[in-house]
């Protein structure tokens, strides 16, 4: 397994909202994470890299324990993500926003950037060219000049995906990357995401739109915090538990 979770908790004063929640994502799956608003995916997605602590439960990330790790670390050793609200630089174009997240991994020291050495351009070339090809992975190429802030809002989101990207992630988390698209865009964006696992990225997904199952190995499935179930897209579509948890009991046939 990538990465590994076992009996994670989390409670904020009396709530629980993720409890004793058990998941393994294997190398080179897309892995679906769904359930109803207020599930506690996101709140997964935040004790896996860092940004909350855990109450009780491990995460190993390629063997690796990062329960206690700082984002920062965690991204380091290489698990990217993005987030429901994009935090882009919307004064820069598309193309500096990419670049600017390489800098997690700098291929240049402080003298070779303050003398603006050869070695310092070459480098420099190098980021710019694996930016454009991030780029054309996610769709955008073709608006590598724009202002962020100019960008169409599903254009915007596929943007935070090129900036995790950008950090060269061998798992990549992706939380909702088609709030608010249209039928167009997620098309595009489904592409991309077919993309990235074709290209040896490990994908996490948390998504409320269901034709994200659709790229899905396996999809887990949560309510109230505790998984209620897992298995293949066919086999969690046809489960009694999840109409449940999404309809309510009076759709369960």
């Avoid at 994470?33 to 439960?57: E, W």
């Avoid at 190098?126 to 955008?140: Q, S, W, Y």
């Amino acid at each position: 397994m990538l990465l590994q979770i076992d009996s994670l908790t989390k409670t904020f004063g009396g709530l629980m909202a993720v409890n004793r929640f058990d998941m393994g994502v294997e190398e080179g799956q897309i892995v679906g994470l769904i359930g109803p608003n207020g599930a506690g995916k996101s709140t997964i997605f935040n004790l896996i890299t860092g940004v909350l602590r855990p109450s009780l439960g491990t995460v190993h990330f390629a063997g690796r324990d990062i329960t206690n790790k700082l984002p920062d670390q965690v991204a380091a050793l290489g698990v990217g993500r993005t987030f429901q609200l994009n935090p882009l630089f919307p004064e820069f174009t598309v193309l500096e926003n990419v670049t600017s997240s390489f800098y997690l991994h700098p291929r240049s020291n402080f003298f070779q950037m303050f003398f603006g050495t050869r070695t310092y351009k070459r480098n420099e070339a190098f980021i710019a060219n694996k930016a454009r090809d991030i780029l054309e992975l996610v769709g955008l190429a073709k608006v590598s000049g724009e202002l962020a802030r100019n960008l169409p809002h599903g254009h915007q989101k596929m943007l935070g995906v090129a900036r995790a990207l950008a950090t060269t992630p061998r798992l990549l988390l992706l939380d909702e990357p088609l709030a608010g698209m249209n039928p167009s865009e997620i098309r595009s964006s489904l592409d991309a995401i077919r993309s990235m696992r074709d290209s040896g990225i490990t994908v996490l997904i948390v998504e409320h739109n269901m034709q994200i199952l659709n790229l899905c190995d396996r999809v887990v499935v949560i309510s109230f915090g505790k998984k209620i179930t897992e298995g293949t897209p066919a086999e969690v579509r046809a489960n009694s538990e999840v109409v449940s948890a999404y309809f309510g009991t009076d759709h369960v046939c």
